[in-house]
T-cell receptor
């Protein structure tokens, strides 16, 4: 069935290094959303991508939606300790919503 | 606008008992979805309600059920609790469909002993 795979599962970086998490779907998605969950918190919406090849930026975060609308990535430039948390992608297709397993980011100061 | 609220925040039950969790969505939001979050399984979709009707259901046993009231508030019930039901249960509300931006509540931490 429909699955959204997310890699890596964990990422440990030194503060100032870049970070990327990838999301891949077995089928074409209508749109993809990204959420961030801080330790002990709940998922918080970051952004939604709808168009093929779309790129959106939020300060140090860059989100991309693949041309085939089957994959997406979130890239953080020059990580900070405030970036710590788990990043989830969520793909939408045919009125169904599939969360990726999340990438847990740890940033060492 | 007040955010999504969930009650209770923490709950301890024993195997075989049942539990009811409550979720109040953001005012004006008509869709409520429930998720189970465990360290090993990530976010697992339970079900979605819209206008008091269940629209989608995940792959959970019949022990997990839910409902939505006319004011959009939602409850989920788990009967005959098992140890594996220990998890954080998150409720998310959205304006119309689950595919819209979802606003999550703080969750209910359920521990089954």
């Amino acid at each position: 069935g429909q699955q959204v795979m997310q890699i890596p599962q964990y990422q440990h970086v030194q503060e100032g290094e870049d970070f990327t998490t990838y999301c891949n779907s077995s089928t074409t998605l209508s749109n993809i959303q990204w959420y961030k969950q801080r330790p002990g918190g709940h998922p918080v919406f970051l952004i939604q991508l709808v168009k093929s090849g779309e790129v959106k930026k939020q300060k140090r975060l860059t989100f991309q939606f693949g041309e085939a609308k089957k994959n997406s990535s979130l890239h953080i430039t020059a990580t900070q300790t405030t970036d710590v948390g788990t990043y989830f992608c969520a793909g939408h297709n045919f009125n169904k919503f599939y969360f990726g397993s999340g990438t847990k980011l740890n940033v060492k100061p | 606008k007040a955010g999504v609220t969930q009650t209770p925040r923490y709950l301890i039950k024993t195997r075989g008992q049942q539990v009811t969790l409550s979720c109040s969505p953001i005012s004006g939001h008509r869709s409520v979805s429930w998720y189970q979050q465990t360290p090993g399984q990530g976010l697992q979709f339970l079900f979605e309600y819209f206008s008091e009707t269940q629209r989608n259901k995940g792959n959970f046993p019949g022990r997990f059920s839910g409902r939505q009231f006319s004011n959009s508030r939602s409850e989920m019930n788990v009967s005959t609790l098992e140890l594996g039901d220990s998890a954080l249960y998150l409720c998310a509300s959205s304006l119309a469909l689950r595919t819209d931006t979802q606003y999550f509540g703080p969750g209910t931490r359920l521990t089954v002993l």
